[in-house]
């Protein structure tokens, strides 16, 4: 059988095409493109620090912020889609090297509240080099069906991997 053939195995070293990847199922597919996604982040995340001075998930908090000052981390939390413990350590290094300001909420001391300072403003006005600004360029390429499509199929994904945990 050769390797265009449908259930043929990709020889070695070989990117699976359209015919290829369906000897790897639909699962094992996806997540080839998934994996590829994450690199893509991981990559660009870190030419943003040495270029910016701050993480691709750094600069989503710093941008999210941005639009909504004064937030909890609680709600920090719940927007970017991490466990608050995550956000914790990014939100101590944002404050540490002075990109936000951490104040406590005068109506309940146990909760924190974030605002952004002049370095942050700075980072958040940032365009270029971002991963953010890869991902508009992307989108900007497809009809938005597609968008609301990957949508829905990446929050299903989510969803499922955060079942799992449980």
Do not use: C, N
Not at 99 to 110: K, N, T, Y
């Amino acid at each position: 059988m050769s390797t265009g053939e449908k259930g043929a195995r990709p020889r070695a070293g070989q990117m699976p095409g359209t015919r290829e990847s369906s000897a790897l199922g639909v699962a094992l597919d996806f997540m080839r493109l998934l994996w590829s996604v994450d690199h893509g982040l991981q990559r660009r995340s870190k030419r943003m620090e040495v270029e910016l001075g701050v993480t691709g998930m750094q600069r989503v908090v710093i941008r999210l912020i941005g639009r909504y000052p004064e937030i909890a981390a609680g709600r920090l939390a719940e927007l970017v889609h991490v466990h608050p413990s995550t956000l914790t350590g990014v939100l101590r290094r944002l404050v540490d090297r002075g990109f936000v300001h951490r104040e406590r909420d005068p109506e309940d001391a146990r909760r924190s509240r974030f605002v952004l300072l002049p370095p942050g403003a700075t980072i958040d006005a940032t365009q270029a080099g971002t991963v953010e600004a890869a991902v508009r360029r992307a989108l900007q390429r497809l009809p938005p069906e597609s968008i609301d499509a990957a949508r829905t199929v990446l929050s299903a994904v989510a969803e499922e991997l955060a079942r799992s945990d449980r």
